[in-house]
């Protein structure tokens, strides 16, 4: 069945250091790979997200590129803030009706 | 364009009681799916409706039920609670009107406590 594994955490930086969260995936056929981010006391937010295979999602500095050869989908962004302090969840999901499926989460803090 | 909307914020309930839970979807979308996401955890899929049917279920118990309505709104039902069904239950909308429900839009989520 379909899987998504991420690395654990908590990961912890300083502002303005570089992150990397890795994602690699099991998955059926050519799923759309997805970022979001949940903050404290919040639903889960879409970060970004990849349709195909060298795609690369982008926003708000966080980038990640679709990597069918290594199944993966790492999240990474060249210089956090404070305010990127929050659960990251990498996911995939096939094409139609059907659900997500997540990885179990990375918390990031970041400290000024 | 409103975004996806839940009530109540927190519940706070009783073993063997029962709790309904409620979801407005984002303006557009017709197709609503339910998450449970328990403590340090990934949502897990309970189920989706899509045209007031569902249309696809994860691992839960028959005592999880839901409901959608005209207006594309829906509600998760859950009987006979249990301590383990405290979590934060997300709801999320997308739309199958652009020939992809690819994306999904969460809402706030419901918080409940089952003491």
């Known amino acids: 069945g379909n899987s998504v594994t991420q690395m654990e955490g908590p990961v912890t930086l300083s502002e303005e250091a570089f992150l990397t969260i890795n994602c690699t995936y099991t998955?059926?056929?050519?799923?759309?790979l997805f970022w979001y981010v949940q903050y404290p006391g919040e639903g889960l937010q879409l970060l970004l997200k990849?349709?195909?295979?060298?795609d690369k999602g982008s926003n708000k500095g966080f980038e990640a590129t679709y990597r069918k050869e290594t199944t993966s989908f790492h999240l990474e962004k060249g210089s956090v803030q404070v305010s990127d302090s929050a659960v990251y969840f990498c996911?995939?999901?096939?094409?139609?009706?059907?659900?997500?499926?997540f990885g179990k989460g990375t918390r990031l803090s970041v400290i000024a | 364009e409103t975004g996806v909307t839940q009530s109540p914020t927190h519940l706070i309930k009783t073993r063997g009681q029962q709790v309904t839970l409620r979801c407005s979807s984002q303006?557009?979308?017709?197709?609503v799916s339910w998450y449970q996401q328990a403590l340090g955890q990934g949502p897990q899929f309970i189920f989706q409706?899509?045209?007031?049917?569902?249309?696809g279920r994860g691992n839960f118990p028959p005592r999880f039920s839901g409901l959608q309505f005209p207006n594309y709104s829906s509600e998760l039902n859950v009987n006979a609670l249990e301590l383990d069904d405290s979590a934060l239950y997300l709801c999320?909308?997308?739309?199958?009107?652009?020939?992809?429900?690819?994306?999904?839009?969460f809402g706030p989520g419901t918080r409940l406590t089952v003491l």
């Open positions: 999320a909308s997308s739309s199958t009107w652009t020939g992809s429900t690819d994306t999904q839009y």
């Open positions: 998955a059926t056929g050519y799923p759309s």
């Open positions: 990849a349709t195909k295979a060298d």
């Open positions: 996911a995939l999901k096939n094409s139609g009706n059907t659900p997500l499926v």
């Open positions: 303006s557009g979308h017709n197709t």
């Open positions: 409706y899509y045209r007031e049917e569902e249309n």
